[in-house]
């Protein structure tokens, strides 16, 4: 089950980056 703790941080960061305008 250590994708899922790689996916965990992965995800975060692509929310962060959809909050920012292009």
Do not use: E, G
Not at 4 to 21: D, G, K, T
């Amino acid at each position: 089950m250590h994708i899922i703790i790689f996916i965990i941080p992965f995800s975060l960061f692509a929310n962060r980056r959809s909050q920012i305008p292009v």
